[in-house]
């Protein structure tokens, strides 16, 4: 894995007039924001407010209405999912979605899917290149596996593992891609304050080491206003906010709409 270092760039991805509605839900309305290389870029907002369908719309799950989206240059009015997958997104879930049967390694070598270049064939026989790739996949994995320091896990099934250290996997899996642009949907929800912690550390770390740009959605304000480099505020699938965590956090309308009240 590449270590570049900290530096925010050019934009790497922008929406622009994003809509999307299900039957009579609007989910997103006119939704404009955009993320620059290396950035940490959080969406908050109430239960309900789109957060979770704009990452969706930005990694081709969902496809809106009206909008366009452009990634790393590339304009387009949606995102196909393989796609978005290919062009170095990667995800991670609100509710965690692992094989829970399968052992860490595993399922971290499972992210490695796309990255996987020589055919069923050579595979089967495990001739050639496709020895050769499958001990660069190891050593990726490897790499992540140190850098989340999960070594004493590695060959425990997901399931039998406690609900932080599953985030902590989904994450793993998540860097086996190698992503420039990762989306994390909550992900420090139902942590302990410890798990937080090494969670926003490791977000940071990654950033910092790997240079990759994040965009996660986040509910726990401490956490949002520590380590976002910027904020978009959605209420009712609108935009009431977009700055720094200072400009959000003395915006009144974001404080109205949401710091405010008990969400
Ligand atoms: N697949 C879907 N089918 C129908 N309605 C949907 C679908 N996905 C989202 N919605 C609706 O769109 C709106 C926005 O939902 P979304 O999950 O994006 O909000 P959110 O901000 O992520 O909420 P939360 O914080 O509770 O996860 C909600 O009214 C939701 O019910």
């Not at 999307?20 to 609007?26: H, I, K, R």
């Not at 965009?215 to 726990?220: A, P, Y």
Request: charge should be negative.
């Amino acid at each position: 894995m590449a270590v570049t270092g900290r530096r925010v760039g050019e934009t790497i991805l922008s929406v622009e007039n994003i809509s999307l509605s299900f039957g009579g839900v609007n989910a997103l309305t006119n939704i404009s924001f955009s993320v620059k290389e290396h950035e940490i870029l959080a969406i908050i907002g109430p239960n309900g407010a789109g957060k979770s369908s704009m990452l969706n719309v930005i990694n081709g799950v969902y496809h809106p209405q009206q909008g366009k989206i452009t990634y790393k240059g590339q304009t387009r009015a949606k995102m196909k999912a393989h796609e978005a997958a290919q062009q170095g997104i990667a995800r991670t879930f609100q509710n965690i979605a692992l094989f829970k049967g399968m052992t860490v390694l595993d399922n971290i070598m499972t992210g490695r899917c796309l990255k996987m270049k020589s055919n069923f064939l050579w595979q089967a026989l495990y001739l050639g290149p496709a020895r050769r790739e499958e001990v660069e996949h190891r050593r990726k994995v490897e790499e992540i596996i140190d850098f989340l320091r999960i070594e004493s896990i590695r060959k425990t099934p997901v399931g039998r593992l406690p609900y932080g250290l599953q985030k902590r996997v989904e994450l793993a899996r998540a860097l086996a891609a190698e992503p420039e642009l990762l989306l994390l949907d909550e992900p420090m929800a139902g942590m302990n304050v410890e798990e937080k912690e090494d969670m926003c550390r490791f977000i940071l770390d990654l950033n910092d080491e790997f240079g990759t740009t994040v965009v996660l959605i986040e509910h726990d304000m401490g956490v949002v206003m520590d380590i976002s480099d910027r904020i978009v505020v959605l209420d009712y699938g609108r935009k009431i906010g977009d700055g720094t965590p200072e400009e959000v956090r003395t915006n009144p309308e974001v404080i109205e709409a949401y710091l405010g009240n008990s969400h």
